[in-house]
């Protein structure tokens, strides 16, 4: 085993901004507004490092797909612990049509050149809230895979993984190497320390192309239009139930 695990960070809108539709209806607004690391992929990065940090792993390598903005989220990361990172430059057209699938064989790629053990992924994006990146890279490299991870131990040769799922939890054994999603309970991510982030400007962050990789970034899929979501109608209050009842008449729900 090499000990080397790769783990994903999505360059996101902020959740804290208010999502604004472009005028033309093409797609949000991107332009001056603040992004910041997907927080499923700050679980990601955390978890990873704390394997790192138990000794059970030997290097954790960031990896992000984008244009050149995504090199500060590749820092961000390796300000919490990562040891160096790689920018899978996609820019433009092919950059704003990337899905998992592309995502996903880029990483498959990445994990045969790096000879990866582990790959930890956020279960998923917060733009997107696709859910899709860390099974396709599992079926792409044929590797067991442990999703929605709310804990992950290793037990001899095989990763214990116990998932998050609609009825508890279920724990898992699975051989390495293997692909891990982080769902929420995971972890609690650290704040990157200013002496950290100081030392990860000097960190190496290593530029590819997916070319490079062999890997085709066209997408199949073509967005015809984004909408705004209804806005909701003010609520109004009644003094009796014979008023609701009459409300509900008018409006013909009754």
């Known amino acids: 085993m ?17 999502i604004r539709v472009k005028p033309d209806r093409t797609g949000v607004v991107t332009d001056g507004v603040k992004h910041s690391m997907n927080p499923f992929c700050e679980i990601a990065v955390e978890e990873a490092v704390k394997l790192k940090e138990k000794k059970l792993v030997k290097e954790v390598v960031a990896v992000s797909c984008g244009p050149q903005q995504v090199q500060e989220t590749i820092r961000t990361a390796l300000a919490m612990g990562a040891d160096r990172g790689i920018h899978v430059e996609v820019s433009g057209k092919d950059y704003e049509t990337l899905g998992p699938l592309q995502v996903s064989k880029i990483f498959a790629a990445l994990a045969k050149k790096e000879q990866a053990d582990l790959i930890i992924l956020g279960k998923q994006a917060i733009d997107d809230d696709c859910n899709q990146t860390g099974q396709m890279t599992a079926a792409l490299l044929d590797w067991p895979q442990g999703t929605f991870a709310s804990e992950v ?43 950290n982030i100081m030392k990860a400007k000097k960190k190496k962050i290593a530029n590819v192309k997916p070319a490079d990789l062999g890997v085709d970034v066209c997408s199949r899929l073509e967005v015809l239009k984004v909408d705004e979501p209804p806005q909701r109608q003010a609520g109004v209050k009644v003094e009796t139930v014979e008023d609701l009842v009459g409300k509900l008449k008018e409006a013909g729900r009754v």
Do not use: C, H, Q, W
Request: hydrophobic share 45%; charged share 30%; aromatic share 4%.
């Open 2 to 18: 090499s000990g080397r695990v790769l783990v994903g960070v999505k360059r996101v809108i902020d959740y804290a901004v208010k």
């Open 153 to 195: 131990s290793f037990e001899a040769d095989k990763l214990k993984v116990v998932r998050e799922i609609d009825g508890g939890l279920e724990t898992i054994k699975i051989n390495l190497p293997a692909v891990v999603t982080a769902d929420l309970r995971l972890n609690t991510p650290r704040y990157a320390t200013l002496p």
